[in-house]
């Protein structure tokens, strides 16, 4: 069975699983819960302590000069209008005496995950959520430095911050009504403090749902599978954007920016894979981020963002 397939069989069971899937679909698991093996670990919807600390990672960033290169391929494709965002990311090169498992163990976030000592994930962002028929997602887009004087105030009046959080808003609510109806904005740019090791950072997500027919569970496949791969790390167009971003980031993104989830039999919850350390086969560690471009985008504010989300909360 495909990706959808296995999740409409254990839906329609209303059987607890956990589910992944990578970037491109191209890779999976729907594994129940009872079956779940011990080299994949948890945790979803943590309250995640506030605590800066000093992140153990040496990190060996991607060139100014390089990082350029790709902003202005990018910027060429916005001003020839085929994409009007696009969440352009990059790999960081990191070395800690840690190992993932140990990683996984001290990190501080509202999603974590573990997965078979290829990468750890411990991410701030909810992919999409359900629960009594409703279908929540939570598009997190535009961080500031939470230490810059009046920092909350000066992202919410950024015009290029509140375009570029609009477009995402705009392509998840297309996005949610393929699936659901009613479809509504109930929180627009609201601030969260995320812990970034070294720092703190402050978001700003919104919250958007949709109803859902009563046998939801029937369809959770073809739920998840019309939200992917997720706006706020793609950008919009999506099909179009995501071309051009395979062609100008020229790496694999492999689960980085995928999804995973949990469903408990009666609700499903899920997140988007970022601020993720990656094993690579010569068991060097990679950790990628990276950020939305915008035609109002300044290269040296987005590599310094790109720049800030390499830490471990």
């Not at 943590?46 to 992140?55: E, F, Q, R």
């Not at 939200?227 to 062609?247: M, Y």
């Amino acid at each position: 069975m495909n990706f959808i397939e296995n999740l409409n069989f254990y839906g329609e069971k209303k059987e607890p699983f956990f589910f992944i899937t990578n970037y491109m679909k191209t890779e999976f698991e729907v594994i129940p819960l009872s079956k779940l093996p011990k080299n994949i670990r948890f945790q979803i919807s943590n309250k995640p302590k506030l605590h800066i600390h000093n992140s153990p990672l040496k990190k060996e960033y991607i060139s100014f000069k390089e990082y350029s290169k790709k902003f202005d391929l990018l910027k060429e494709e916005i001003l020839n209008g085929n994409t009007y965002l696009a969440n352009l990311t990059t790999e960081t090169k990191v070395k800690t005496n840690l190992s993932l498992n140990e990683i996984y163990s001290i990190a501080n976030a509202k999603f974590k995950l573990l997965y078979k000592d290829k990468f750890v994930c411990f991410s701030p962002e909810r992919f999409c959520e359900i629960k009594n028929n409703k279908i929540y997602t939570y598009p997190m887009k535009g961080t500031i430095d939470a230490n810059i004087p009046n920092a909350q105030q000066i992202i919410l009046k950024d015009k290029k911050e509140l375009a570029e959080h609009t477009m995402i808003v705009d392509l998840l609510r297309n996005d949610l009504s393929i699936i659901s109806k009613n479809v509504k904005v109930e929180n627009f740019r609201y601030c969260d403090h995320i812990n970034a090791g070294e720092k703190e950072l402050i978001q700003i997500s919104s919250k958007i749902s949709g109803n859902l027919e009563n046998n939801w569970e029937k369809s959770i496949g073809n739920i998840i599978d019309a939200l992917l791969p997720a706006g706020s790390i793609t950008g919009t167009p999506k099909k179009k954007t995501v071309e051009i971003l395979e062609n100008i980031e020229n790496y694999d993104r492999g689960y980085f920016t995928g999804v995973f989830g949990v469903y408990d039999g009666k609700t499903l919850d899920s997140s988007v894979i970022i601020r993720y350390i990656e094993k690579n086969k010569n068991n060097e560690y990679l950790y990628k981020s990276g950020g939305g471009i915008t035609s109002d985008s300044c290269v040296e504010k987005e590599y310094k963002e790109m720049c800030d989300k390499v830490y471990i909360p």
